[in-house]
């Protein structure tokens, strides 16, 4: 919106909402100062009316909103995101009195000892308000002006086939064997593993698909499909003479659950003497980390994973060194 002269008036033009056209519209005056007087009233009267709801009203709404097409885990990291901040107000609290001090406080505060969690509540909390916005429950995100604190880098933690060997030893349930190595060997992310079903595995052509369906869906929201090696195709041949349809991985007829598959996994960990930061994600982390040390390349890697953008997959980049090494070498 701006003010323009034609025939020595001062006219306004600016986009009208609804149609997404330009629209020009008469200041009557030639006085610059009485035009920017216009301007102002005239942006006023364009500004959207605010509606009046609590901040519990909107958690509730927006939940529900994101029920239709997010993940119950993401859905959980929104209720963790507000369940912040209501330690600090009242659930009757109108939305539009939060503001950016009072979020500024928490969230540096929270950062100085939990600071992946302060910048996963200001991602999840900052697309809240922007869809308050977008609702007209808000004029403005309170967290637009807030920028918290780099998070220093650090490497991912993987392990070789050997600790893989190391740490099936100290396993004894089949179960939890078979998906330690499909996860080594696919990259898959847990949730994936034990949504897998059987209808999503071709023995013959040797693949898997990562695939969305009524009751999953997968992070990216896209399929994808994985190669299998022999060790998987001998895992999936196995179980499938027990149980061909439904679910692949199944405790008593009942799919197995996140915490017992990742609980027993780091008790493994300790029990088999290796590093200690290693959790049940660094599985998919030593997919992608064997595949670039032996010289897969990071576009490759990033599709086998279901990565929506290179910049994610180039956490695993440091791991290319000695192969920059080399080709530098070849200069020679």
Same mark, same amino acid.
């Given at each position: 919106m701006f003010l323009l002269q034609r025939d020595g008036y001062y006219h306004i033009e600016y986009i009208d909402e609804s149609t997404g056209c330009k629209r020009r519209i008469s200041t009557k005056t030639k006085q610059k100062s009485l035009a920017l007087k216009f301007l102002s009233e005239f942006n006023k009267s364009k500004k959207p009316k605010i509606k009046a709801i609590t901040f519990k009203q909107f958690e509730d709404e927006y939940v529900q909103h994101l029920s239709l097409s997010h993940s119950l885990k993401y859905i959980e990291s929104v209720h963790l %995101?507000? $369940?912040k901040l209501t330690c600090h107000i009242n659930n009757d609290a109108d939305l539009i009195k939060i503001n950016e001090?009072?979020?500024?406080?928490i969230l540096t505060e929270l950062y100085k000892t939990k600071p992946h969690a302060a910048h996963l509540y200001y991602r999840t909390l900052k697309a809240a308000f922007n869809k308050a916005i977008f609702w007209k429950y808000l004029d403005e995100n309170p967290l637009?002006?807030?920028?918290?604190?780099?998070?220093?880098?650090?490497?991912?933690?993987?392990?070789?086939?050997?600790?893989?060997?190391i740490l099936l030893s100290a396993v004894q349930n089949k179960d939890l064997q078979d998906i330690y190595n499909a996860a080594f060997y696919t990259g898959m992310r847990l949730s994936e593993i034990l949504n897998l079903s059987w209808? %999503?595995? $071709?023995?013959?052509?040797?693949?898997?698909?990562v695939m969305n369906t009524d009751t999953f869906t997968t992070k990216s929201k896209k399929d994808r499909i994985i190669p299998m090696n022999e060790i998987t195709l001998d895992i999936f041949k196995?179980?499938?003479?027990v149980a061909a349809k439904g679910m692949v991985f199944l405790k008593d007829g009942r799919k197995l659950r996140k915490e017992y598959v990742s609980k027993n996994f780091k008790r493994a960990v300790i029990k088999s003497g290796l590093n200690p930061l290693l959790h049940f994600h660094c599985l998919r982390h030593s997919f992608a980390s064997n595949l670039i040390q032996m010289g897969v390349s990071l576009y490759l890697v990033k599709e086998l994973l279901g990565h929506e953008s290179i910049t994610t997959t180039e956490i695993y980049s440091h791991l290319q060194k000695d192969d920059l090494v080399e080709a530098i070498s070849k200069l020679n």
């Open positions: %995101a507000f $369940n001090r009072f979020l500024e406080l637009k002006r807030i920028k918290l604190q780099r998070i220093t880098g650090r490497h991912p933690v993987f392990m070789t086939k050997n600790d893989l060997i209808t %999503a595995i $071709n023995i013959d052509r040797q693949v898997l698909v196995r179980r499938k003479l």
